[in-house]
């Protein structure tokens, strides 16, 4: 490397930056969040297939605080316009050390995780970044320019700067932690207004309407995964044997051999057999086991050719549901439940 290059990084480019195909996702929602993050990027043109990512800002909002920020330089790969430069202030000698936007990604992705992006005309900003980093964003994001023209309408235009100036929010412009914290000030005068009031109202109702269903999606995945372990009972289940699982699921239970009583007595009084082990004349499994081996187990006793059955659907068949602990039983699937997430 030489002297120059130690000195002022790379010798500014001089073709034009790497064409790169579109890359256009965006999920939407209309209403406000109160928890988000603001995204601002600065470019070395408007087209993100032919243009650079130059600079990314962005600052983390909890209950419209803010709490972190995360900026970045991103080297060009190709030559920076002087009519970029004079606008955004980026020349190459500021980006020259920067990263590349291959090893920015990783940082972005990180800090964003799956945050509501909120960005002024932020269609711009996903298209820059998703292109230019060659990856989808999928992150939900909300739109402060439309916002702000339902919440302060009978403006003459509603570019960022002319918001600056409506609402008195100093601060230098097309510098993206700068623009960040403006399209934050913009947001959050629209919420205080009565339109913005009720986009709020709405937003809380959506937040959580889509809460309920998230949990009732979780519980009906967390049950069908566990029921799917076990058979439905019918007559044939009264030729049986039970597969104990060890002295950590037996435990749990004041009355193991009262339970085992009561299988063997169901049967034999169902014109059944209680087997004490596998057996061929035998049609089902119970499996008095601990959560975590359903399962294993399962896979196993069904390819041997015999339903599986839990201890509480037997009993319940045959009439006697109060015999096991139930909330035992509760508990220790439950374990297992929490093992999937």
Known sequence: MGLFSMLFGPQERSRN?????????????????SDYIVVDVETSGLDPCKADLLEIGAIRYREQQEVDRFQTYVKATGKIPPEASRINNIYWHTVAFAPDCNSTKSRFLKYIGSDTLVGYNIKFDLEFLQTRMQTEIENKSFDVLPFARRVFPGLERYRLDDLRAHLSIGGPSHNAIDDCIATAKVLQAGIRTPDGQLAMERSRAIQVREAEIASKNEADRKAKIISCYWDSMDESCYRCFVVRGGIQYESCFDNVEEILACIE????????????????????????????????????????GYKVISPSDFLAYCGHPEILLKGKMDTLREQYVHSLD
């Open 17 to 33: 930056a790497m064409r790169l195909p579109l890359i256009w996702y965006q999920n939407t929602v209309r209403e406000p969040p």
């Open 265 to 304: 007595t169901a049967c034999d009084q169902n014109g059944g057999h209680y087997y004490k082990t596998a057996a061929k004349k035998a049609s089902a499994a119970i499996l008095l086991c601990p959560a975590m081996q359903y399962e294993e187990l399962a896979t196993y006793w069904r390819e041997q």
